[in-house]
């Protein structure tokens, strides 16, 4: 199964965000799996997509954030005149649901990173109806989460 062209399919679904898969930050110094682009709401993500159950070097990169992604990727990409003053970056991380609370607890739950279950995301047919629409947002908390992707 391809997880990164099934998270893909869950990041455009809203029809209101870009994506570029292995986006070189730094110029391949590191090319997270995808870039994401919502120019409405003026934000900007990395991702990562993760199948396995050892997470402690995602969780590495994702506490040092700033350097390993955001601060190279904010100056690229306002020089490129893509993003500008205002916009906010963040980073979505899919792992699998049962990793999702140690991962969230060995990043100190930071503010700007949210984590998305993706088993659920591999299954569209469960997913909510708001996933489909222009005003989903990807800033989900755990509990929000949850509730989205409860099955009956």
């Not at 679904?13 to 590191?30: D, E, K, L």
């Not at 090319?31 to 991702?47: G, L, M, N, Q």
């Not at 993760?50 to 040092?64: C, I, M, P, Q, W």
Request: charged share 25%.
């Amino acid at each position: 199964m391809d997880y990164e062209a099934a998270v893909m399919g869950f990041l455009v679904a809203n029809c209101n965000t870009f994506v570029s898969p292995q986006y070189p930050i730094g110029w391949t110094w590191s090319c997270p799996d995808f870039i994401a682009i919502r120019p409405a709401s003026k934000e900007c993500f990395v991702v990562e997509v993760s199948t396995g159950y050892n997470l402690k070097r995602l969780a590495e990169k994702v506490r040092d954030r700033e350097k390993q992604w955001l601060s190279i990727l904010r100056k690229h990409l306002t020089k490129l005149s893509i993003c500008g003053s205002g916009w906010s970056f963040k980073v979505l991380i899919f792992v699998r649901s049962e990793r999702i609370k140690w991962f969230e607890s060995s990043i100190d739950n930071a503010d700007d990173v949210f984590v998305w279950p993706l088993d659920k995301i591999l299954m569209p047919w469960i997913w909510p109806g708001e996933i489909r629409t222009p005003n989903f947002s990807f800033n989900k908390d755990s509990s929000e989460i949850k509730s989205l992707f409860q099955v009956p």
